[in-house]
C-alpha cells in the first residue's frame, strides 16, 4: 500500500493505493486534475517515494512549479519573486523532510505511450539508478496507442486500448498508476456526474481500479472546497463514502481533509 495524506482517500482505498493499478480521476477543463496529481506527488515525495511525473499537456517546467508551490506553501503568484534568502531556506527545509525523489519528463502531445514510458523507466534505472514507486501520466486521453494508431480508430477502441496498455505497464512495473480524464460536455455542467460522462470511452473505466469524478461548482469554490465522487472502486465497498469533499487551495497547489461535519449533508444523500 502506498498511503495517501488525505484520511478521506485513505478510508475509501483502505489504507491507499496497491501496486499493479491503474487509477483515474475524472474532471471538466480547470476542475483540478493536474491540482490534485500535483499535489499526490508532493505528498509521496515527501512520505519518501520515488515519483516519475509524465505529462503530455502541460510543460514539465510548469508542473515542476505546481509541485514546488505545494512543497514549498507558497502560492504560485508569490514563487517567482520569493526572495533568494527565503526560497533557499524553503529548499533546505523541504530537503530535510522530503527522501523521495520526482522526475517530471514531458512528451508532445499523443507521440507517446505505454511502450515510451515503459522505455523511460529502464533508462532513468540504468543511467539515474531511479525505480519509481508510483506513476503519473497528465493525461490519459493525450497518450498514443501503441495498437490502435490509424486516424480512422474510434475513440472507444482507441482509448479503452490505451488503458489496457497502462494498466498492464503498471503490473508489469509492480507500481500505481495515477492519470486523469475529461468530463463530457454534458457532466461538464452537472453538479453530479456519472459513468455516462466520461469522455470519448467508456472502456476506460472499465479497465481502472479506482475511478473518481472531482466536480466543482460555485457553491463548492465559496467554500474552498471540491466534491470527489467514487464511480468505481476495486479497492472497497463503494456504498461507503460514495461521495464526500476535500479542501482545495488552488493558489497553492494543495488538498486537505474538511472537517467532519462538512460529509455530514452527502452521507445523508448516500
Not at 30 to 39: D, S
Not at 66 to 89: C, G, H, T
Not at 128 to 139: E, L, N
Not at 246 to 255: P, Q, S, T, W, Y
Request: aromatic share 6%.
Amino acid at each position: 500500500k502506498i498511503p495517501f495524506d488525505l484520511d478521506m482517500l485513505n478510508k475509501i482505498t483502505q489504507g491507499g493505493l496497491t501496486s499493479k493499478t491503474l487509477n483515474v480521476l475524472m474532471a471538466s477543463p480547470g476542475a483540478g486534475k493536474t491540482l490534485a496529481m500535483c499535489h499526490m506527488a508532493a505528498a509521496y515525495m515527501t512520505a519518501g517515494h520515488n515519483v516519475l511525473y509524465i505529462t503530455l499537456e502541460m510543460a514539465e517546467e510548469r508542473i515542476s512549479e505546481r509541485i514546488d508551490a505545494n512543497l514549498m506553501n507558497v502560492s504560485m503568484s508569490d514563487l517567482n519573486d520569493l526572495p533568494k534568502e527565503m526560497y533557499n531556506k524553503k529548499i533546505s527545509d523541504i530537503r530535510k523532510k522530503t527522501s523521495g525523489k520526482l522526475i517530471v519528463k514531458e512528451y508532445p502531445t499523443v507521440q507517446a505511450g505505454a511502450g515510451h514510458f515503459r522505455h523511460l523507466v529502464k533508462e532513468l534505472g540504468m543511467k539515474r539508478k531511479f525505480v519509481p514507486d508510483v506513476i503519473f501520466i497528465d493525461y490519459i486521453n493525450l497518450c498514443l496507442s501503441m495498437v490502435y494508431r490509424g486516424a480512422n480508430t474510434n475513440s472507444y477502441e482507441k482509448i479503452k486500448s490505451i488503458a489496457e496498455e497502462l494498466r498492464g505497464l503498471a503490473v508489469e512495473l509492480v507500481v500505481p498508476i495515477i492519470t486523469a480524464t475529461q468530463i463530457n460536455r454534458t457532466g461538464a455542467s452537472s453538479s453530479d456526474v456519472s459513468m455516462e460522462n466520461v469522455a470519448e470511452s467508456f472502456g476506460l473505466p472499465a479497465t481502472a481500479d479506482l475511478f473518481l469524478a472531482l466536480i466543482r461548482t460555485d457553491e463548492l469554490d465559496e467554500l474552498n472546497e471540491i466534491m470527489v465522487k467514487q464511480l468505481k472502486n476495486r479497492y472497497s465497498d463503494i456504498t461507503k463514502n460514495r461521495r464526500f469533499v476535500l479542501g482545495i487551495d488552488r493558489a497553492k497547489m494543495r488538498l486537505f481533509d474538511c472537517e467532519e461535519d462538512a460529509q455530514e449533508d452527502l452521507m445523508q444523500d448516500d
